[in-house]
């Protein structure tokens, strides 16, 4: 069936749902634009059903009274407003749902062709964290079921008066109801006010003279806060800053200035950053022990269990700053001391890895050079875990993964995968050749004409597809919550398995025997070759393309999935 996709961007869950409907064997067009480029896109695609995963803006008549436009809305039936999966969390919300509605006259009014339920978290998980997650796992289900519905030719979609137990009209979902009174709020509160606008569009607050968007929230349980003031910064760690509350603390991983009238769009950077010199030299800087419990946020954890070591980490967006891939490096060379057989390196929930920080190389002084350091910092750690040798490394994928993420993970022995991740194992889109070593790990999974292929192609990919192709061994058919400990059993399995020390002679053998035909280091300095240009290159298009992704603003077509 032909499908036109329309989305307001090409976010987590519009690239999910094209990757799960094309496997299904139906032919997608995608449309991201005003209503000119919606109509074009009609006329051009002629779609036998047009479906929005994530719009901002409605459809505009002449397109849904002449087509079934299917839109997939973050909130049970009877629900309405643009804000639903932010007042499900700010309420506490513990059961919601994804419905998929017909586009009509009012917005969230039409029928409904599918409803699928989830279960929220405990209190912990973003709001970005669950729309990439329970919601689409939730969405990927309602869409696929009102899909095969309308295929099926015999379906009557039921109206909301009908599906639903009451309408509930939300509002805008407001920065004065986000606002934090740190005199009076309880930690609990603040935590969920923070997670509520995470990662869009942040909780405006004051701080050290300025305005800035607060984005993420964990609470702080270990350090002594007393007599500090409420918002009061009493520490930094990993480039986040930790402000007290009437009752204990919070963690802050990034903050955004509020754009000035008239100026240009401003984006997320880790708030030590952020705040450069506004931070007090007094405020100390707090390092987490790489095994804490957790009574302290830290974004790299590691854990054993038996000989299968765990190395758990969880970055904002899934970037890698040079900084977080340089600790990331050091927290692995630890692993390497533990006495294990099997090491697990990855994302307990949520994104494994996105590659290099394109927001924190866009407010840097020099972005070429800050590109340079980061890609050089990538490089390190991809190659220090191709050269582990002396036990298997598996990459645990939570959820999605892109770029040279994709590549941190194919470095890995084994490559395990949440069932609802998407892959998008490409630099294209941001006008980069890659490095991270893919030209060795990516040809050796898939073979050299696939490996060109999905560069040239530049599609999402979902975790089926990937399995199938090669780039992911095992499937994880788990919970989002769940992931973390079906990976635990599936590694102390794996550790306890009695071949595993023939496996490791045979592993050690074969990275001698490549490194024999072509070295690690000669790949590497291809790659950087390559990337070297793009990065100082006056004509190159990375820097227009990477300005405009971090701060959200069109490119012309360029940047665009399937699109030159």
Known sequence: MRILLVASAFNSLTQRVQAELTDLGHELDYVCGDDGALREAVHRHRPELIVAPMLKTAIPEAVWSRHVCLVVHPGPPGDRGPSSLDWAIHGGARHWAVTVLQADAEMDAGDVWATVPFTLPEPGAGKSDVYRNEMSDAASAAVKLAVSRFASGDHKPQPQEEAACEVVRRPLFRQRTRRIDWASDPTRTVLRKLRAADSQPGVLDELLG???????????????????????????????????????????????????????????????????????????????????????????????????????????????????????LAAYRYALSRPTSVLVLGSRRDFFSNGIHLNVIEAAEDPAEES??????????????????????????????????????????????????????????????????????????????????????????????????????????????????????????????????????????????????????????????????????????????RSAFVRKEPTGGAGVPGRP
């Open 372 to 545: 340079w350091a980061n890609i050089g910092a990538m490089d390190d750690l991809v190659e220090a875990v191709l050269r582990t040798t002396d036990r298997v490394v598996v990459a645990a994928l939570g959820g999605n993964a892109a770029a040279g993420g994709v590549m941190l993970a194919l470095a890995a022995d084994e490559v395990w995968c949440r069932q609802g991740a998407v892959l998008n194992p490409h630099y294209r889109l941001m006008g980069l050749y890659g490095s991270e070593f893919w030209t060795y790990t990516l040809p050796r999974r898939v073979g050299e004409a696939a490996a060109g292929r999905l560069m040239r192609e530049a599609l999402p990919m979902s975790a089926q597809a990937a399995a199938e192709a090669g780039l992911v061994d095992r499937l994880v058919a788990a919970a989002p919550a769940d992931f973390a400990g079906e990976t635990a059993r599936m590694a102390v399995e794996l550790a306890g398995m009695p071949v595993l020390r023939e496996r490791l002679a045979g592993k050690a053998q074969a990275r001698e025997r490549d490194e024999s035909v072509k070295p690690l280091a000669e790949y590497r300095r291809e790659e950087l070759a390559r990337m070297h240009r793009q990065f100082f290159g006056r004509d190159e298009p990375y820097h227009t393309l």
């Open 210 to 328: 300025a305005d800035w968007y607060l984005h993420g929230g964990h609470p702080e349980r270990s350090l002594h806060t007393d007599g500090a003031a409420p918002g009061e910064i009493v520490a930094t760690r990993a480039g986040a800053v930790c402000r007290a509350t009437v009752d204990g603390a919070v963690w802050i991983p990034e903050l955004r200035p509020r754009r000035t009238p008239g100026g240009p769009a401003t984006f997320k950077t880790p708030a030590v950053g952020a705040l450069g010199s506004r931070l007090p030299k007094s405020v100390p800087e707090v390092p987490a022990p790489i095994e804490c419990g957790d009574g302290t946020w830290t974004d790299i954890r590691y854990e054993q269990r038996g000989t299968a070591g765990f190395l758990w980490f969880s970055f904002p967006g899934g970037a890698m700053s040079t900084g977080q891939c340089r600790r990331l």
